[in-house]
């Protein structure tokens, strides 16, 4: 089907759109509506434009958390609110204020840039900065919601702009309240973080430590902080420009103590780090001892270097990948009866 476009107000909303360019595994399926909003004002005429098309509204920001299984038989608003502004600052600390369109790393750079610290561990992951609270996302013993302050956000019925607060997200493991009870009812457009001028390093988890070591850098920074993190994640990540991916596709699961210790003592290598809610063990672990490192079938597998990464190398369709995950999935409940939860949205 030939794609169109059609004009509402100031708006050009295009009609059978490939979305290829706009998830990051890379898959090749059509949107029936797909507009980019650059205000909140776009925003809530989108909104109203699906309602009088009778259709559902789907947002997507980086395209790095989802897998196309189908044709999008929807419209898709693609959040391009940009900007970052500072917006009060104190003896110690920063308010900053970023459009939920902005890329992530970039925002962290230019944290980064500024010695606005507390979010340098969190380098290089994909995504928008409006997807970040959304996911409470995470990586190298920082989350999210330690650098929160508030965010701003769409009622998809009133169409009336609200506030939240830190504690009304309710943030999680890769969770927060707009995942849960809030699921679909709100478009986030504006994110506040509160950042340090005087910042704490935390190089205790993964191989931070040693990756600064290896690069020869001594003197702590919240930039050579970054670098290490980079440097990591480029070393073991495949970066989506070259072979379709979404990162990591599972979350780390978190079983009970006992749970723990009865599987150590048949796997005396499992590693697990203590939580509030018991033992996380790394789902990349859990993935590697079943056999799936390396996998391939066809245009698809197992990233040869992080188990934890599904991949597309070109061609490959959503459902393909799916099938791939629930696999994965069966084979983890049977050797270790841990179920893992895919943290990639399928749509």
């Known amino acids: 089907m030939l794609t169109s476009q059609v004009q509402f107000s100031n708006m050009n909303i295009q009609e059978n759109i490939s979305l290829k360019p706009y998830n990051t595994f890379g898959i090749d399926k059509k949107a029936k509506f797909f507009a980019q909003v650059f205000s909140e004002k776009d925003v809530i005429e989108a909104l109203s434009r699906a309602k009088k098309l009778d259709i559902p509204l789907i947002v997507l920001g980086g395209g790095s958390n989802i897998l196309l299984t189908q044709d999008v038989d929807a419209f898709v608003m693609k959040i391009e609110l940009n900007g970052i502004s500072l917006i009060k600052e104190t003896e110690d600390e920063v308010f900053v204020e970023v459009g939920a369109g902005e890329n992530w790393h970039d925002f962290v750079l230019h944290c980064i840039k500024n010695n606005w610290a ?85 190089t205790e988890y993964g191989a931070i430590s040693q990756t600064l070591d290896e690069m020869g850098i001594s003197d702590l920074s919240i930039q050579a ?113 841990i179920k893992l939860h895919a943290e990639v949205n399928f749509i």
């Open 118 to 202: 507390g979010v340098e561990n969190l380098s290089l992951i994909p995504g928008t900065v409006g997807a970040s609270p959304m996911q409470n996302i995470g990586a190298y013993g920082i989350e999210i919601k330690e650098v929160f302050e508030g965010l701003y956000a769409v009622n998809r019925q009133s169409a009336e702009v609200e506030y939240f607060p830190w504690e009304a997200c309710k943030f999680g493991y890769r969770e927060s309240v707009f995942k849960n009870t809030l699921k679909d009812q709100y478009v986030i457009t504006r994110v506040l973080f509160k950042l340090s001028k005087k910042p704490t390093f935390h």
């Open 225 to 337: 902080i970054s670098k290490a993190v980079i440097h990591i994640r480029q070393s073991k990540l495949p970066d989506p420009k070259e072979i379709g991916n979404a990162g990591s596709f599972f979350k780390n699961p978190t079983i009970s103590i006992a749970q723990f210790e009865k599987l150590k003592a048949n796997n005396p290598t499992i590693p697990g780090f203590p939580n509030e809610e018991g033992i996380k063990v790394p789902a990349a672990w859990l993935i590697e001892q079943t056999g799936w490192k390396g996998y391939r079938q066809g245009n698809i597998g197992v990233h040869k270097l992080q188990p934890l990464v599904l991949v597309n190398y070109g061609g490959g369709e959503g459902n393909e990948i799916a099938a791939l995950s629930k696999k994965i999935q069966e084979s983890v409940l049977e050797k270790f009866n």
